[in-house]
């Protein structure tokens, strides 16, 4: 019951306080809102605008087109912001605002313009946090200016967005069109490379006919061929030979026979006509011949003819007189005509042998040769194969580079749009009047309260009950109200007048600070002159 009785008589003296040292919390106030009022007023201001970008993304499915422009967002819009902010597109800016901002921007130097309008533009990634929140899909930017002059700010900022439009589009397009004229020339020279090598690849195959790897399995079935042809012809001149050599004998047996049969016309072996003579026998005569005689000699010469017709079947005539005088004709004749086809036959043997020795020589050397032209034809073949699969890959590239180029001129590709465009601002960005406005309330408070504070700790009177009876020691019994005349009443209404009026002022003062500070100081004036 006393504790509440305590807070009751604590918050009527803290009332008592405030109502006794009103005009060291009012006048304090007022005159904080005064000032903050000036400041909000009188400080240079500076206005900003936004604008907030969508970055659309392409029309068309990535998987079925593949975007020309890659790369992380941040890094596109600082490229586009870095040509956005370069001398020659500012100029533009400049010069399409001298026909709408007003006298200060037309009369200020092209430099003084260009330089402050770039310290002064700022392009970050995301939703402007100032702006009430909308729900969009994609990636965003906001651009922003801050001027003295919120309409310069907003046709800056507007001008600014267009020029980031108009910049992306033709930034897009030509880096497709470069990108296309790059993967063209980087395809004909690809082509020139690939025909080369094709050319190479065909002189090789040509001058290496076969002894290529893909040719060695019929190589060594050529070689089994020929080497059963040869086995074969070997064959056949050995038989050859072996009746040759018995068909001369049976016609040196006869030629003996019809000898002896008539020994009054022999004659030495030297004499021995050579019409009845074996090409044996016209073979030793030539030898004795020679032992005496040089090759040039007539008899030598003549013999030598007679061997080589013999040999070449051309003793049908000699045949027919040795036959009439050996008096069997026909066995004879049939002996001789088989010693003439015999001789061609192992001629012509012995030839095809030579030729199928040479022509298995020649395709061991090409099954030898086989390994280093393996080894030559991958390198031939590696180098082609790749240069294929690079210009094929060119191919398709410069295919979907044409396709990109026909996306971004029909405007189908990654595109900005502006969501919420740039408006003039109301309420400048520099100074914070809002923060101002937060300051000033409570450093009028502060200060009110701070010399409330000063003066009671420097007031020695006595106010209250309890610190009469610890000054002096002495309980009191009662306490007497004080007794107040006409003419205190005047003067209690005179200062409530006055306290009221003082109170309004303040409420009137913070009223138009707090206008001045959350919907502008234009808006403010304007108000001020409808209700003025």
Not at 454 to 469: A, N, P, Q, V, Y
Not at 486 to 503: F, K, L, Q
Request: charged share 25%; hydrophobic share 40%.
């Amino acid at each position: 019951m006393n504790t509440s009785k305590n807070q009751v008589i604590n918050i009527g003296y803290y009332l008592g306080l405030i109502s006794r040292r009103r005009w060291f919390i009012i006048l304090p106030f007022c005159l904080a809102i005064i000032v903050g009022s000036v400041l909000a007023v009188k400080l240079p201001k500076l206005y900003e605008a936004s604008t907030l970008i969508l970055i659309q993304p392409q029309g068309v499915p990535e998987k079925l087109v593949q975007p020309v422009v890659t790369g992380g967002l941040d890094t596109r819009i600082n490229n586009i912001s870095q040509q956005i902010t370069s001398r020659s597109n500012l100029e533009k800016v400049v010069e399409r605002l001298r026909f709408s901002s007003g006298p200060k921007f037309q009369e200020a130097l092209l430099d003084d313009q260009i330089s402050e309008m770039r310290g002064r533009i700022r392009v970050e990634i995301g939703r402007d946090k100032g702006r009430k929140q909308k729900t969009v899909g994609g990636d965003a930017f906001t651009i922003a200016y801050q001027d003295p002059d919120p309409r310069v700010a907003m046709l800056v900022v507007n001008a600014l967005a267009n020029a980031f439009m108009d910049e992306n589009l033709k930034m897009r397009e030509s880096r497709a069109v470069g990108t296309s004229d790059f993967l063209e020339a980087e395809l004909e020279s690809s082509r020139k490379r690939l025909e080369a090598l094709e050319q190479d690849l065909k002189e090789y195959r040509q001058r290496y006919m076969g002894e290529l790897p893909e040719q060695l399995e019929t190589n060594l079935r050529m070689i089994d061929r020929l080497n059963a042809t040869l086995n074969e012809k070997e064959r056949n001149l050995q038989n050859a030979r072996v009746n040759l050599v018995a068909i001369e004998n049976e016609l040196s047996m006869r030629q003996n026979a019809v000898a002896a049969s008539a020994p009054s016309e022999a004659t030495p072996n030297d004499r021995v006509p050579e019409e009845l003579m074996s090409v044996a026998q016209l073979k030793e005569r030539l030898a004795g011949l020679m032992a005496s005689y040089t090759d040039q000699h007539p008899d030598v010469v003549r013999l030598k003819a007679k061997i080589e017709k013999l040999e070449a079947g051309g003793r049908t005539t000699t045949t027919s007189a040795v036959s009439a005088k050996s008096g069997d004709v026909g066995l004879s004749a049939t002996a001789v005509r088989q010693t003439t086809v015999l001789y061609g036959t192992i001629r012509t043997l012995e030839l095809e042998i030579v030729s199928l020795n040479k022509e298995i020589r020649e395709y061991q050397r090409r099954v030898e040769a086989a390994p280093k032209r393996e080894i030559e034809m991958l390198s031939l073949r590696r180098d082609y194969d790749n240069m294929k699969a690079s210009y094929n890959s060119l191919l398709n590239r410069r295919l979907e580079a044409e396709i990109s180029v026909n996306l971004e001129k029909k405007q189908k590709g990654e595109q900005f749009q502006v969501i919420e465009p740039a408006v003039v601002p109301s309420i400048p960005a520099f100074p914070d009047l809002r923060k101002l406005f937060l300051i000033t309330v409570f450093a009028g408070i502060a200060l009110g309260g701070g010399l409330v504070f000063l003066i009671e700790m420097s007031d020695s009177s006595i106010r209250k009950r309890e610190d009469l009876e610890e000054k002096f020691g002495l309980a009191i019994l009662a306490t007497v109200p004080r007794i107040f005349d006409d003419r205190d009443v005047s003067r209690h209404r005179i200062r409530a007048v006055a306290t009221a009026a003082s109170v309004f002022l303040a409420i009137v003062l913070t009223a138009g600070f707090a206008s001045l500070s959350f919907i502008g100081v234009e808006k403010t004036m304007h108000l001020i002159g409808l209700y003025g």
